[in-house]
């Protein structure tokens, strides 16, 4: 009815690049579904995540606040993390939760386990979690199935750590989990969530948090051996498919006009994995590092009757869903230090994005450095580089592991909308015109006082690790963490292998 506020659908991709899907450009990659959710929806061509790595960027999208603030850096949670995203932090969900929205994750958290799952989305504002509570390379894999009939997890994965088990809110139902049945199971739960809110007239929001297209890449049988891509490309169609899979359950449910779909991806592609990596198109480097391929995202909005089909280059990040998304729902924005804006006119073509900045953490930020980059209209100040082994193996030495850190005084200095690439630093030559060093002075201001104002919360990731926090559904066993297996209870291998339900 007039004046119900809108379903959210939330999907992230996991470690996919700017350059991988086909409606960004990719000659290979079979992404139908995707392409059509763009062709219908507003893509975006100049969309950012937070961080060019896991845990800090998911902090950020969740949050509507760098994730220096919450304490989520440097680097990742491990699954022994004695920290997670603090109970203080205010989700999307608990924010929409209080306007009366269901709210359910399934997926990839990567956000805390904590002891007795106290970090654990069901203790952020969800009502119901499908999912690996990290990134499933986080537990050994040289012995699991990623492709069936029998085809095994290329790589070897974390050692010496429990296998990586899949949690049904707070409890575990599988470990390991099961590769080829895991999206699926997931289409499934998040079917069931969607019809059980349309029948019941609930408003709602779905965070769909694929692992796709992270390493180890996985599939099930449907998808199996069906891309000119190999295994990175048939990972991402397994993706496109769920896609089609929950925009069929809004139709089937009868909420696909009143529902906003939101997709894009945690950060930059792992291209030290070579052609088991992800692409960054014509951008450079790529996960791990402050270049534009670390933390560009692909991004597309979709909203039938609502946001007109076509192309934007305003600037936004994942940092403005919240803001947008308590906008739309009508909920009063949190008594917090945000650091999103509402991007309502850039989804409805109403004006301009408010956003007029980007700064650029690494993966261990340092207050004394402060942010690597900025982003001020159509240009982007390097003030220090380096790279990262996430992106290694490709010709450019600057994206490399072994890359050292480097002080650039003066600035780097690119125009993103002529050189998206960063190949020509507007200050290399011999004569520089007067106004970009009038923009370059404004930068160097907002820097001075973006880091000035940051308030550092404390390290959850510092707080270290404990093996007894690694998740074991048989908690007594020994010895650990090898024998933390338990067999699939049957009514999982029957009611989330089928379409009919998880029993929410």
């Known amino acids: 009815g007039k004046g119900r506020p809108p379903n959210v659908v939330l999907l992230l991709a996991d470690d996919l690049g700017f350059g991988d899907l086909g409606c960004f450009g990719h000659p290979s990659s079979a992404t139908p579904r ?44 491990y699954p022994g993390s004695r920290g997670g995203l603090p109970l203080a932090e205010l989700t999307v969900a608990e924010l929409l939760k209080g306007r009366g929205y269901a709210t359910a994750m399934v997926g990839k958290w990567h956000l805390g386990l904590g002891p007795d799952g106290a970090f654990l989305p069901t203790r952020q504002g969800f009502d119901h979690y499908l999912g690996v509570p990290y990134s499933h ?10 492709f069936p009939p029998d085809t095994r997890c290329f790589g070897i994965c974390d050692q010496d750590v429990v296998l990586a088990p899949l949690f049904w809110n707070l409890s575990i139902v599988e470990q390991p989990v099961s590769f080829p049945h895991l999206e699926a199971r997931y289409a499934a739960f998040a079917r069931d969530f ?26 099930s049988r ?30 089937d449910s009868g909420v696909h006009d009143n529902t906003l779909v939101f997709f894009t ?16 198109g014509l951008l450079k480097c790529g996960k791990g590092t402050t270049y534009e391929g670390g933390m560009r995202e692909p991004a597309i909005a979709y909203w039938p009757g609502h946001i007109t089909p076509g192309v934007t280059n305003e600037l936004a990040s994942t940092l403005d ?80 592991g072994l890359t050292p850190l480097v002080a650039r005084d003066p600035p780097l200095l690119y125009d993103l909308e002529s050189d998206p690439a ?14 970009v060093l009038a923009v370059l002075k ?11 104002q940051m308030k550092f919360g404390e390290s959850q990731i510092r707080r270290g690790k404990d093996p007894s926090l690694e998740p074991c559904c048989a908690p007594q066993c020994q010895p650990k963490p090898s024998c933390c297996r338990c067999p699939s209870p049957s009514w999982l291998l029957r009611s989330l292998g089928s379409p009919s339900g998880s029993r929410l």
């Open 137 to 146: 390379d986080q537990g050994p894999c040289q012995n699991l199935t990623c």
């Open 194 to 219: 969607i019809d059980s809110c349309a029948r019941r007239s609930q408003p709602f929001f779905l965070y769909y948090a694929s692992h796709h297209t992270h390493y180890p890449q996985f599939a």
């Open 265 to 280: 991806s945690d950060n930059g592609p792992e291209t030290m994995r070579m052609s088991r990596g992800g692409s960054s």
């Open 442 to 452: 404004e930068m160097c201001l907002q820097k001075a006082v973006f880091d000035e």
């Open 34 to 77: 995707l392409d059509r959710l763009a062709a219908q929806g507003l893509r975006f061509t100049d969309f950012y995540a937070t961080s060019p790595v896991c845990s800090p960027s998911r902090a950020g999208l969740l949050t509507g606040r760098y994730q220096t603030r919450s304490g989520i850096y440097p680097g990742v949670l």
């Open 321 to 400: 869903i919240l803001p947008t998304l308590a906008a739309l729902a009508g909920v009063p924005l949190p008594n917090v230090t945000l650091d999103g804006f509402d991007l309502s006119p850039v989804l409805f073509g109403t004006g301009k994005s408010p956003r007029k900045a980007m700064f650029y953490y690494p993966p261990a930020p340092n207050p004394l450095l402060g942010v690597f980059a900025v982003r001020y209209g159509k240009y982007k100040a390097h003030f220090f580089t380096q790279g990262a082994f996430h992106s290694g193996t490709t010709p450019d030495h600057d994206c490399h």
């Open 422 to 435: 960063e190949n020509y630093n507007l200050l290399g030559g011999t004569t520089v015109k007067p106004e």
């Open 222 to 251: 449907e998808y199996t051996g069906q891309t000119p891509r190999g295994p990175f490309g048939d990972a991402l169609l397994e993706l496109d498919g769920s896609v089609g899979r929950l925009l069929q359950a809004l139709r």
